[in-house]
């Protein structure tokens, strides 16, 4: 079993719509949460992270984290076609060094 | 200011030639990252230096693949006799410590393709 799961997608939706992506993890010792973009051709962006569990909102984008379920999601609200791009999860212990990365899942906001 | 480079941008190789990839980190960064990224897959950890410390060297594949940093400044990943499972996007990140969290800096990756 992968330590993180991420549905790879695509994912298309229609100017607008409200985005739902997720990630399942399997060390509870995992502390930090983040989400990255990657348009084509680009590095990651770090867009948001989390400590812990809880929400964490920043304009269009909601980070949840919820622990007991090992489960994190990241929300778009009213997608735009700029957001197009692949996004990936990533998480790592408190200590350590090591961050680990899901597979990503491919968007495309159609205008 | 400038952010993570990476060279070369693309790097065609035959198999069983040895390649060197780069990478100039953010200045007064003092972790680096390197991680592959094969087509549909995530980022997978390979090597992770702070500082003057002894670099985490566990996610390496096999011994084909080596990387050095000076200091706190250039890398280099070396993968000797390429195989074409070694084809992907190699990509580079640095950040402020590496201790705790703090926020990686990609680079563009380097793509590499083994015929």
């Known amino acids: 079993q992968k330590e993180v799961e991420q549905d790879p997608g695509p994912l298309s939706v229609p100017e607008g719509a409200i985005v739902s992506l997720n990630c399942t993890y399997s060390?509870?010792?995992?502390?930090?949460f983040m989400w990255y973009r990657q348009y084509s051709r680009k590095g990651p962006e770090l867009l948001m992270y989390?400590?812990?569990?809880g929400n964490k909102e920043d304009g269009r984008f909601t980070a949840q984290v919820d622990k007991s379920s090992k489960y994190i999601s990241l929300f778009i609200r009213d997608s735009q076609p700029s957001d197009s791009a692949t996004y990936l999860c990533?998480?790592?212990?408190?200590?350590?060094?090591?961050?680990?990365f899901g597979t990503g899942t491919s968007l495309t906001v159609i205008p | 200011g400038a952010g993570v480079s990476q060279s070369p941008s693309n790097k065609v190789t035959e198999k069983g030639k040895d390649v060197e990839l780069r990478c100039d980190p953010i200045?007064?960064?003092?972790?680096l990252y390197w991680y592959r990224q094969r087509l549909g897959q995530g980022l997978e950890f390979l090597i992770y230096?702070?500082?003057?410390?002894?670099?985490?060297k566990s996610g390496l594949p096999s011994d084909r693949f080596s990387a050095e940093r000076t200091g706190e400044s250039v890398s280099t990943l070396t993968i000797q006799r390429t195989q074409q499972e070694d084809s992907a996007v190699y990509l580079c990140?640095?950040?402020?410590?590496?201790?705790?969290?703090?926020?990686?800096?990609f680079g563009p990756g380097t793509r590499l393709t083994v015929l």
């Open positions: 990140a640095s950040s402020f410590t590496g201790t705790t969290y703090n926020e990686q800096f």
């Open positions: 060390n509870s010792a995992f502390q930090y």
């Open positions: 989390t400590y812990s569990s």
């Open positions: 990533a998480m790592s212990e408190i200590t350590g060094n090591q961050f680990y």
């Open positions: 200045s007064g960064h003092t972790a």
């Open positions: 230096f702070q500082g003057n410390s002894a670099p985490d």
